[in-house]
């Protein structure tokens, strides 16, 4: 019934002989929605009053339009959590459904949470860090429960793409996981890694507790001195982290998009192509 009444209310803005050009719905939270796609687009922006033009990934603007009318009323179905079977990943939606944020695992590994855009590539290259026990890609410092791919896409759940680690800090310190992220993107550039734009896509620290915090600062301080711009790496307290679809899960390692896995050995220094 949702479907029905959001496609009677949909207007289409322009076909173009490639495919649908835009359609123009009405959203909740007052929010008209702008979605423009074609067979040739490379980007395409969504109009979000609050965080300003977002971008897609070009092989999901297909998906993304079409589950942006079907969802537009509401935010989805939500995950089903049960198909995850990662440790880290398993443990992140125990916590996130009762609503906790831990420092530590059930085993006593200490936890960190780090956003550098497109979480496939950031989370292997912590996954190949010696300590790093376990990782997992999800969903954080946002506003709603349960978020989606597609939602958090968007840029209206107010999510950033994040990785959140499992380390043992006898083997590898806090400090160095911090700086790991710096080698990532560049600090300086607001919501926006690489190619990928987007309040999404915004880089952060987020700390913990107290003692993670002091050094996440540190090290953002120390940084400062290399560039001339502010940086402008979000450093805040974790709040509830989602874990991302199994999908998303170590998707590199599995194959990413060409079906050719990469190395997540520990020391591994092979160069990462984020994309697959």
């Not at 092989?59 to 989805?76: C, E, P, Q, T």
């Not at 906790?100 to 936890?111: A, R």
């Not at 080698?183 to 913990?208: A, C, E, F, S, W």
């Not at 993670?212 to 290399?226: C, D, G, H, M, P």
Request: hydrophobic share 35%.
């Amino acid at each position: 019934m949702r479907t029905t009444s959001l496609l009677a209310s949909a207007t289409v803005i322009g076909v173009a002989s490639k495919g649908v050009r835009a359609f123009q719905y009405p959203v909740s939270r007052s929010l008209t929605q702008l979605v423009g796609a074609g067979s040739y687009a490379s980007a395409v922006p969504t109009l979000n009053k609050n965080s300003g033009p977002i971008h897609l990934k070009r092989d999901g603007v297909r998906r993304y339009l079409w589950n942006s009318i079907f969802n537009a009323a509401g935010k989805g179905d939500g995950i089903d959590y049960s198909t995850l079977t990662g440790m880290e990943a398993k443990e992140a939606a125990e916590l996130a459904l009762k609503g906790v944020v831990q420092d530590k695992s059930k085993d006593g590994y200490e936890i960190a949470t780090f956003a550098g855009g497109c979480f496939w590539g950031l989370e292997l290259a912590y996954q190949r860090v010696v300590g790093v026990i376990d990782t997992s890609v999800g969903y954080t410092q946002g506003k709603d429960e349960k978020p989606t791919y597609d939602y958090v896409c968007s840029g209206m759940s107010g999510h950033t793409e994040a990785v959140q680690v499992f380390f043992d800090p006898k083997e590898v310190s806090y400090e160095y996981l911090c700086k790991l992220l710096l080698t990532r993107i560049n600090p300086t550039l607001k919501n926006q890694v690489g190619n990928d734009r987007g309040t999404q896509y915004r880089h952060g620290i987020y700390y913990h507790n107290e003692g993670q915090e002091k050094v996440a600062k540190k090290v953002l301080e120390e940084a400062q001195a290399q560039f001339s711009k502010p940086i402008v790496t979000e450093c805040l307290p974790a709040t509830v982290y989602w874990p991302a679809e199994e999908y998303h899960q170590k998707y590199l390692e599995k194959g990413g998009r060409f079906s050719a896995g990469q190395s997540a050995a520990k020391g591994c220094t092979d160069p990462i192509r984020c994309y697959g």
